[in-house]
């Protein structure tokens, strides 16, 4: 008998979507080496460069050295450690909120958060574009889950003005990408917070690619836009920032900054925080040292984004019809899935990694090369990048530069 999933696995390698683990790395910085090649890292959303940091590698070091490897359990049973606590009060100064709860992975945060602050006969709102555990967590939620073309926000006021009029007593909730992961573009926050006023909404916000990258210090898309996150003042019956400590951070785990009332909430109902061993010890240090990083270097943020226009704008040199935007994610759209991975592995030959972005991940017919930008890029390296993105675009077959 033939396995199972072997005819569905050879569909996917038709279709171009098969997706099969990378060599490893050698190093996670802005230039790497794999299976023997020197490469100009173009992939990670190691933003700032702090993943191999003295300051973040010293931290975990000693903190193993002290607490062992494992936080031993979940939190609420022998794993919550004294570093949890100091995390989450240093997130909480950094976002400006009364609170914060650490989770293991942006994943599980996300899931967590929407499938508990909603439920029977409330209402998620969310963007098209949303990160796929944002869908998942309004997918879990006993709530109505609608989506609105990306951007869209006359639709999103229709559905909750109708929700409202339907059911005056029920919550709804607005949930959003803060950086939408796959385009580089921020969202309209003012816009959505009056949106959210005028429906009684509340929102959650998922900041994963804009912590340590937009706001004069990397605070993230509310400091962006210079406002402050606090829902009472805000207007707002509820309000919820995600953020990981997984890439600009150069750490792992995520948080929720939000009030106090509502991270008691989460931590008796968001079933991924109750039921996941927690962090080890030197992850939590890590991150720790890299909020630290962040105050006493203010300046790290203005640097990424200094390469990022300095990226945007040698491709644009070449020819490219770039989206303009103040973050390192640089799409540079294909089509083609199967194309895409070509034109992948032509630059990887070139000393480029700059990886294809493929259905599910992309919506079809959409599939890019998805450039980040990193602080210690060299201007140098960025140029050459930008000039063999351009002479391999020009060198394939049929018409590859669009923009995305």
């Not at 409202?164 to 816009?191: C, K, N, Y």
């Not at 984004?305 to 770039?322: E, K, V, W, Y």
Request: proline residues 6%.
């Amino acid at each position: 008998m033939q396995p199972l999933f072997e005819e569905r696995l050879a569909e996917l390698e038709r279709l171009g979507l098969r997706r099969h683990l990378p060599e490893p790395v050698a190093t996670p910085g802005a230039r790497l080496a794999r299976a023997g090649q020197e490469l100009v890292q173009l992939s990670s959303n190691n933003y700032l460069d702090l993943a191999s940091h003295p300051a973040l590698i010293e931290a975990s070091v000693q903190a193993t050295r002290r607490h062992g490897c494992g936080a031993t359990g979940s939190r609420l049973l022998s794993g919550n450690l004294e570093l949890h606590g100091q995390l989450e009060a240093a997130v909480a100064r950094f976002k400006g909120t009364q609170a914060a709860l650490v989770f293991n992975n942006g994943y599980a945060a996300n899931l967590g958060l929407l499938s508990c602050l909603a439920g029977p006969g409330d209402l998620w709102v969310c963007d098209k574009l949303n990160h796929a555990s944002l869908i998942d967590g309004a997918r879990a939620s006993e709530a109505e889950a609608r989506w609105y073309r990306h951007g869209d926000l006359a639709r999103a006021r229709a559905l909750l003005l109708r929700h409202r009029e339907e059911h005056p007593a029920q919550a709804r909730w607005i949930a959003t990408d803060g950086v939408f992961s796959m385009d580089g573009d921020v969202a309209d926050l003012p816009a959505l917070l009056e949106l959210a006023r005028e429906t009684r909404a509340g929102l959650v916000l998922d900041d994963a690619h804009a912590t340590g990258v937009l706001g004069p210090t990397g605070r993230g898309t509310f400091e962006h836009f210079g406002i402050q996150p606090d829902a009472r003042a805000l207007g707002i019956p509820g309000l919820v920032v995600m953020g990981t400590f997984g890439k600009a951070l150069g750490s792992a785990g995520a948080y929720a900054a939000t009030d106090c009332s509502t991270r008691e909430w989460l931590l008796n109902r968001a079933r991924p925080f109750i039921f996941s061993t927690a962090l080890p010890p030197g992850v939590l240090a890590a991150s720790l040292a890299a909020l630290s990083l962040l105050e006493t270097e203010p300046g790290l943020p203005a640097q990424l984004r200094s390469r990022a226009t300095h990226f945007r704008n040698a491709l644009r040199r070449q020819g490219l019809p770039i989206n303009p935007g103040p973050t390192p994610i640089v799409p540079i759209a294909v089509g083609d899935a199967r194309r895409a991975i070509q034109l992948s592995e032509r630059l990887q030959a070139r000393g480029v990694l700059a990886l294809a972005v493929r259905p599910p991940t992309v919506p079809q017919g959409s599939s890019r090369l998805r450039c980040t930008v990193m602080a210690t890029h060299t201007e140098a390296e960025l140029e050459n990048a930008a000039r063999l993105i351009a002479q391999e675009l020009a060198s394939a077959p049929g018409s590859l530069a669009h923009e995305v």
